[in-house]
């Protein structure tokens, strides 16, 4: 007997020892690489990647040296050695990374040091606060990304390795990869998703494989007990081969039901606003999401005391490389000192008046204002000012929530003074005439042909302002169904062709083209000035109300001496810009140039009205009421969580039932597992060092278990440990009954809180040191 044991735990013994650091390592390293894989595609190819191997891989090769060195060394000197070495030796990673960004000598961290790397992590933060993705590579974003990379190695080495919980690193690794995807909102990924499939399988695999390594048969051996050898959860074959089926559909089914759900989860494309209730502004022009909404709800709501709503901006994107256009990042000063005042050129007119705004329906880093800002009131919070472009960025604050008024001055030049200033011949930096090498043709070509023979800068863009909206169509649909829903230049000459898109296609074919010929150029993103209701202020003054989609972008041309001019392309959407003949002089008089009815001035120069604002979705008074709440995102929503939770118990239930065949069958090994399992899910004791004739005993003894049944596992259990191999198998008889038996009677003797828990949050499943800790 005792020779047939030490060949059963022999071979688990150098396997052991011998693969121990390698494996995890290797675990580890695929892990993070899995994990930080996503970053791609929020993230411009630099030097971030850099620092991620880096950081991570001395992490890794720190926590396989460690290993190695202590591997005969005692478990509580062993054990925290590793997170405790991974820490100190990321850290001197680290601060050579950070040295390199920065030009410094640095090699160990100091005061110094951390003071750069906290300065440079706040400054990563704004710039993802503020940016779109794919963000820039810049220093402060690789050292975050750096020091985000060893932290997370660092933790899947502890999870994996030292506390054996294959699953909460597979969650970590799900989560860390996901976030990404959601932000960019390009559906999911095949490749990343059967790349995370195959990390679940190796994860829970060797999971298993060495749960039954020689940590247990050499303690029996040492102890001299034949009976706990026989413990059939510690052979060093059983569990593998009883928990390779789990593994395998454990792994399948989350990434089937990441893959089936997540695309239907209602993500907005202006950021992570998930739901019908709340949009998160972000300085983007992908809003076809939130525009195709079934049922907009308010965004905001509005007093003007001029009584005309103006459009409200939210950022400024000056940068176009070709494929995206990217949010500007200029200098702030704390809002209170406001943002300078207006200077008008000698003659020009001016027009001040104030603006109430109350947001409703948003949240995030930027206050919806309109143009031109000179002082904001009431705000909750601490916010920025950005004077360059007049617009609020949040130092440490949200928009949600939040009621405040802003002082506007505009310029108002009359038509004459517009005609005789120049945009094509302005001192503005060239980044704002700056045009991608590989932008098609038909842009540049289109634009000449459109202004002809126009005389000057103004009666250019009013030509292409005029060529847009009588030639084009509005449509949501049309660039989602013919492939061209973006913004790159191919899809800018997708629209010319079509000559069908929505309000981000109408703003950047404008901008391009008046690039095209000369004039500094750029996009604003925020809202159309909204729709009258029938409410009142206390003094009387008409509440307008801003919706999810009125959600906007036009263009703006810089002229020199009046400054940022806006213009109005998209077809049936706001009002288009044109100035009076002679719209007189002043700084506080009546100063509105003719244009069509009634008209008033914009707060960026522009003339509109109102009445004209064609808003999808409005009733026919021209108000615009929140509607309920879309019923399809919510039940997707829910669906997919009561999916994910309701994973772990379809695990345990064919586990279970394969096991019960097994048993049907004689199969001592599988009845055994079960039990231990269903003492680990109840929350009762499992101890690893105790044999099967103790447990039984104890059984009885604590939890009123049948006697009877007991002895016939226990019996069943030490013929199959100890019988001759070509044993008679008719001796082998169905243990599903004695086996129910137990399992009824130990659910009987726990609380509903457990029986219920072991139901959705089967215990067994988790790793095998926690569930050591949790049975001590």
């Known amino acids: ?345 000698e003659g020009v007119g001016t027009h001040k008046t104030k603006v109430t705004v109350r947001t409703a329906g948003i949240s995030g880093s930027w206050l919806p204002v309109p143009y031109q800002a000179t002082a904001v009131r009431g705000e909750n919070g601490s916010w920025n000012a950005a004077a360059d472009n007049r617009t609020v960025i949040a130092a440490n604050a949200d928009a949600a929530d939040q009621n405040y008024t802003i002082d506007t001055t505009t310029l108002i030049p009359t038509l004459d003074q517009i005609r005789a200033a120049t945009a094509s011949g302005s001192d503005a930096p060239a980044e704002l005439r700056a045009l991608p090498a590989d932008m098609p043709a038909i842009i540049a070509q289109s634009a000449r042909e459109v202004v002809g023979g126009a005389g000057d800068d103004y009666d250019r863009l009013v030509a292409l302002q005029t060529w847009f909206r009588a030639g084009f169509r509005y449509s949501l649909q049309t660039p989602v169904a013919d492939g061209f829903d973006g913004t790159n230049v191919d899809a800018v000459a997708r629209f010319l062709t079509v000559r069908e898109g929505y309000c981000v296609h109408f703003a950047g074919a404008f901008a391009l083209m008046a690039r095209s010929l000369g004039m500094p150029a750029r996009i604003v993103v925020g809202y159309l000035p909204g729709t009258a209701t029938d409410r009142r202020s206390d003094d009387g003054r008409v509440v307008y109300e801003v919706s999810t989609d009125q959600l906007h972008s036009w263009p703006e041309v810089y002229f020199s001496g009046i400054g940022w001019v806006p213009f109005e392309p998209t077809a049936t959407r706001g009002v288009p810009t044109a100035f009076a003949e002679n719209s007189g002089t002043g700084s506080g008089g009546d100063t509105t140039p003719s244009l069509g009815a009634t008209p008033r001035p914009t707060s960026s120069g522009a003339a509109q009205d109102p009445k004209n604002i064609d808003v999808p979705g409005s009733s026919a008074s021209g108000t615009s009421s929140p509607g309920p709440l879309p019923a399809a995102p919510v039940l997707w929503t829910i669906l997919g969580v009561v999916v994910v939770l309701l994973v772990p118990a379809l695990i345990r239930r064919l586990q279970t039932a394969r096991r019960r065949a097994a048993a049907g069958r004689g199969d001592a090994v599988a009845a055994w597992t079960e039990l231990r399992a269903t003492l680990q899910d109840l929350g009762l004791p499992a101890p690893a060092a105790e044999s099967p004739r103790a447990r039984g005993a104890r059984l009885v003894r604590d939890r009123g278990a049948d006697a009877a049944a007991i002895q016939a596992l226990v019996r069943a259990i030490e013929r199959a440990s100890y019988a001759r191999e070509g044993a008679d198998p008719a001796a082998a008889t169905d243990l599903r009954p004695p086996l129910d038996a137990i399992r009824a009677q130990l ?28 049975a001590s």
Do not use: C, K
């Open 1 to 345: 007997m005792s020779a047939d044991l030490s060949a059963y735990a022999g071979p688990s013994r150098p396997h052991h020892r011998e693969g121990g650091p390698v494996a995890a390592a290797l675990l580890t390293a695929l892990g993070l690489i899995v994990a930080v894989w996503p970053l791609g595609a929020v993230i411009q190819p630099g030097h971030w990647s850099t620092g991620v191997g880096a950081t991570g891989g001395t992490v890794v090769v720190a926590g396989f040296a460690v290993r190695l060195f202590t591997r005969r060394s005692p478990a509580w000197l062993a054990i925290p050695a590793v997170p405790v070495v991974q820490l100190a030796v990321g850290a001197v990673a680290l601060t050579m990374f950070a040295a390199r960004q920065l030009d410094r000598g640095w090699v160990l961290p100091t005061p110094e040091v951390w003071h750069a790397v906290d300065m440079l992590l706040s400054t990563a933060v704004q710039e993802i606060r503020r940016g779109v993705a794919p963000l820039a590579d810049s220093p402060a974003l690789a050292v975050a990304v750096a020091g985000a990379a060893g932290l997370i190695a660092v933790v899947l080495d502890l999870v994996l390795v030292a506390l054996r919980v294959p699953l909460v690193a597979a969650v970590l690794i799900t989560a860390l990869g996901v976030a990404p995807m959601a932000v960019v909102h390009e559906g999911t990924n095949p490749v990343w998703f059967i790349a995370l499939a195959i990390v679940y399988l190796v994860f829970l695999h060797v999971r298993f494989a060495r749960a039954g390594s020689a940590r247990t048969a050499g303690a029996a051996l040492r102890a001299g007990d034949p009976a706990y050898a026989a413990e059939p959860a510690d052979r060093g074959d059983a569990p593998l081969r009883a928990r390779r089926l789990p593994a395998v559909v454990i792994g399948t089914l989350s990434v089937l039901a990441a893959l089936i759900v997540s695309p239907l989860l209602p993500l907005s494309a202006a950021g992570l606003g998930i739901g019908g209730g709340s949009t998160t502004l972000n300085a983007t022009l992908n809003l076809g999401q939130d525009l195709r909404r079934p049922t907009p709800v308010t965004a905001l709501t509005l007093i003007s005391q001029d009584g005309t709503p103006p459009y409200l901006r939210i950022a400024t994107l000056t940068r176009f490389d070709g494929s995206t256009w990217r949010p500007d990042q200029p200098a702030t000063v704390p809002l209170s000192q406001g943002f300078g005042d207006v200077t008008a050129p």
């Open 747 to 774: 659910r009987e003797h726990v609380s509903r809180r457990d029986r219920v828990a072991a139901v959705f949050a089967p215990r067994s499943l988790l790793g095998a040191r926690l569930l050591a800790a949790s």
